[in-house]
């Protein structure tokens, strides 16, 4: 008796081990399912920051959309859905398992795609109200937060910080980070109003030392989480005539024009190394290529998410299952956002004024419109800073780092 309680508890033991392997070890599912009328295929990356991919379809109607939520690998979480035709759009509300809403109504109209918080309808609107029993509510889409002033020029929405997201602004001596705890950090003595020298990647920010006149040695390096500064040296006199091409990680790429070189820059290693003479050049588009010194003197920069799929658009950038495309518009870019397995349906998300300022961190987008930066997520668009001193100089940059 005594052998086979054991044996029972080594096989269920052994059982429940294999369970958890195959869960540590599971990268996703790619399944179809129907709920109702619509036909759901849901795809799970694990490797994607537990991303969900969705296509669902009904007769004439389809859309691709995309969640970032941690269901424990979980299939089929979508369990129900509201669908209407109002006034020549398709509006339709996804519930996901525990009665979870993780997105706006979503619109179809002409093969484009609205969030109903971008939506003025009466029609709509009185749809709207009928997901209340749901707990829809299309207040959660709305920018509520109430302006803080933090200096002359400043002013911040507190209330839209997102936990672990850690928010920079260069000033004309150092750096004003927004973590929850406000706080400076002095790099220089005195105002500096220019620094094109400087850059965002991962959670540092990077500057030269502009004490200097003509030529430098020292990169000031601040982490925006904590604020603390290192100084990397150059071994080599480096020229102010020197623009940053762009960063792969915390490795930051400078070209001299004036003595016609290339430099990395490591932040880990706190190091800097030429990295290519003029005849050797190279510049990243996804992957390392060949660059011409004509290039290089001209400016070019680094694209991390060249594509060459979407043509027809100011700018087109490929980050993970989407495309997202800028139009130019007057005086500013409208955003739209494609399924890279469905590039003609498009869905509008936000407009920008300044394409250098996108920062892509899983859903959120972050992104300047005048002189106040935005994020944008499932949520709609919420205001972070507003600084007027961008009315007058433009050189001022703008970093986030999600921990």
Known sequence: MKYLLKTLIFFTALFLILKFL????????????????????EILNTKDNNNYYFSLSHENFKINFQINQNYNKAEKIINKIEYKEIDGYQCILPIFKNNSILTDVMCLQNNNIIYAHDLKNNKINKFLNTLKKYGYDRNNYKDTASPIKVSNTQTIYKDNFLENHYIAMENYKGLNIFNGNESNVKIFDTDVYKKPISFFTDKYYIVADYTQTYNFKIFHVINIINGKQIDIRSYDDISFDSYIEGAIGTDIYLFDRENSKQYKISIEDESVDEFHDKDHLQTYNGKWESMSLMDAINGKMFNNYYTNDVTGYEKV???GNYYYLYRLENDHYNVYRADTKNKKLTTYLFATTNLNSIIYLDDTIYYQNGNTFYYYNNYGS???????????????????YKK
């Open 382 to 400: 919420r205001k972070i800073i507003t600084n007027t001193e961008l009315e007058f100089n433009d050189d001022i940059s703008f970093g986030v």
């Open 317 to 319: 950038d490929k980050v």
């Open 22 to 41: 195959l869960f540590l070890f599971d990268t996703g599912h790619n399944i179809t399912y129907n709920v109702g009328n619509f036909k759901i295929k």
